[in-house]
């Protein structure tokens, strides 16, 4: 399985893809939101922003474009769906369906979803009307795959809301805590404070501060921290930036300011950390 729409015009694309063919596409895939859905009957060894999370079976886990996802093994066993925000998120404006909504934004964790045998009957007829679409070519098959792919959306926020929020959250707590982790997104290299997304809320720090203890395992600081981290460690490992130059880039003018974030937050230093990954890369 391995089909892929893009316009040119306004870059938009959307991939459905499975089996080993999810590790060509991974390579270039920063821009795209994904579904990885572990459709076999034994575990898939995934690792995501460099973490090891086992996928169960009917299992399916939602990235955002800033998390790293690699696979260790089962890969065969996986159906992958990923798309970009020029050919979803820019037609959808409903907040938690869209591309900022809760199944991507919504929780300081990467959202993983349990299917019954229901709804595995359910998104399997979707991917099946899924894969037919994307072989007709007509003026209309941009609009027919986004509203498949709206429909899956909708599905997973329906299991999202019953397997990951507490009934006793509010609505309006659980849309700060995405509204904040949509603006970090937008911010992190230059915005480093609580206050500072506070003030973009119009909210005070001691509010956000009460919400997050109140809906997430998480800090504020600690989501903006690990945003910032995580954003060094991809250019640690996928560029040859000069280690200053990605501290600079990251919004620190001085190398030890960054050197000292870096290990604090992740435990080494910047040069460890990519003499460590470079050294994995060398292992059979």
Request: charge should be neutral; aromatic fraction near 12%; glycine fraction near 4%.
């Amino acid at each position: 399985m391995d089909y892929f729409y893009s316009e040119k015009k306004i870059g938009a694309s959307f991939i459905l893809v499975s089996g080993d063919s999810i590790l060509e596409k991974l390579n270039g895939s920063s821009r795209f939101l994904k579904f990885f859905w572990n459709r076999g009957l034994g575990n898939v060894s995934i690792q995501i922003n460099h973490l090891p999370v086992d996928l169960m079976p009917n299992q399916i886990a939602c990235t955002t474009y800033n998390q790293e996802v690699g696979i260790s093994n089962g890969s065969q066993d996986l159906v992958a769906l990923f798309f970009n925000r020029e050919f979803y998120c820019i037609h959808t404006f409903d907040q938690e369906v869209s591309c900022n909504g809760l199944l991507f934004f919504g929780s300081d964790f990467t959202p993983i979803l349990q299917l019954d045998a229901d709804e595995t009957e359910k998104l399997n007829t979707l991917i099946h009307v899924l894969q037919q679409e994307f072989i007709i070519h007509d003026t209309n098959q941009e609009e027919m795959l986004r509203i498949l792919l709206k429909r899956f959306i909708i599905r997973l926020t329906r299991l999202a809301r019953k397997q990951l929020l507490k009934s006793t959250e509010k609505q309006e707590d659980i849309d700060l805590v995405r509204s904040f982790n949509v603006l970090v997104e937008e911010h992190f290299k230059e915005k480093k404070s609580v206050s500072e997304y506070a003030e973009l809320l119009f909210k005070s720090p001691k509010t956000l501060s009460n919400v997050f203890s109140k809906v997430s395992k998480k800090s504020p600081l600690q989501v903006i921290h690990e945003r910032i981290a995580t954003e060094a460690k991809r250019l640690l490992i996928y560029t040859d930036l000069p280690i200053k130059s990605i501290g600079y880039e990251l919004g620190y003018e001085e190398y030890a300011q960054f050197s000292k974030f870096f290990k604090k937050t992740t435990g080494i230093s910047p040069a460890e950390f990519r003499e460590s990954s470079y050294s994995n890369s060398l292992l059979p």
